[in-house]
């Protein structure tokens, strides 16, 4: 079994979240790419392995398997495009489907993905009621121009949005309980945002389910956030905003993202992908 390791939504040369690519002639048995995930320890791992109509793919942390993660499968549109030109490829997953693009640049590769459809609506207020308990927040301390939310492209995201950028710095919460409670309300990641402006977003994701404390940069939540933006009716120029994640981790990572202005519509994810050595 060949394992790549690649940076996905690198800044230039440097950051970018880290992903196992494992690319075959058929896919592993479960307990094998649980294994080979919780070797590499990375927050994802994924396997791929051609079907009649593209790609099957399965992602799984550490910890257990994950329906759909963006970063990997940004990782795995630049390792697709390195073996077979750049390209649109299919991908069929545990749950849904997805679409990954692949371009030449200078001399590496970008990746875009298509997720899955959107939706979001109101985080209920008891759960928001202790996400803010957790993450020590008050009232005030969060955005009034948007509530807690649940959003979702593929997997569902509990989404808050802080009024003060130190806020966002100063993210911390007790790892068990936040894993307890994600895992019983089916959340993936925690999005703590602060809106620089109307293009530009600065995120931590808390990602206790996966094992680890933040990712440093997570796709499915940023195709979850532009679905969340269309149906807050956010103006976005051109239907394109981009963020930077990882700076508090001093790993710089910068997504891009488009939406269709569409409810519900899937939305496009793109970065910068580094080889790591």
């Known amino acids: ?20 690519v494992v690319i075959g002639d058929i896919l592993p048995d479960p307990a094998v790419m649980q294994q080979t995930a919780r070797e590499v320890g990375y927050s994802e791992t994924v396997f791929a392995a051609p079907v009649a109509d593209g790609w099957a793919v399965r992602y799984f942390s ?13 990782a ?30 200078g001399d590496g590769w970008q990746a875009t993905l298509t997720s ?15 996400l803010c308990e957790y993450f020590a927040l008050s009232a005030t301390d969060l955005d009034p121009r948007m509530g807690p939310q649940l959003a979702h492209a593929g997997v569902t995201h509990g989404v808050l ?32 945002l602060w809106f620089s402006s109307s293009a530009l977003i600065i995120a931590r994701n808390a990602f206790p389910v996966g094992g680890v ?19 807050q009716g956010w103006p976005l120029t051109g239907g394109r905003f981009s963020i930077r994640q990882g700076e508090d981790m001093d790993v710089p990572c910068v997504l ?3 939406v269709t202005g569409k409810q519900g519509d899937p939305v496009q994810v793109g970065g910068r992908v580094r080889r790591i050595a």
């Open 213 to 231: 404390v933040e990712d440093p940069a997570t796709g499915a939540a940023a195709a979850a956030l532009g679905g969340l933006l269309v149906d």
């Open 1 to 20: 079994m060949q394992i790549e390791r690649l940076a996905a939504f690198a800044d230039g040369a440097k950051g970018g979240n880290p992903a196992g």
């Open 62 to 74: 550490p910890k257990a398997e994950v329906a759909f993660c963006g970063h990997a499968t940004v």
């Open 161 to 192: 949005a802080l009024r003060d950028r130190g806020r966002l710095a100063d993210m911390d919460y007790p790892f068990e309980d936040l894993r307890d409670v994600m895992a019983a309300m089916g959340l993936t990641t925690i999005s703590l």
């Open 256 to 258: 891009n993202v488009q």
């Open 76 to 105: 795995l549109g630049a390792a697709l495009g390195a073996r077979f030109g750049a390209g649109s490829f299919d991908l069929t997953l545990a749950q849904g489907a997805a679409k990954v693009a692949a371009t030449l640049d």
């Open 116 to 130: 899955p459809p959107t939706w979001s609506r109101p985080m209920p207020e008891s759960l928001a009621s202790v």
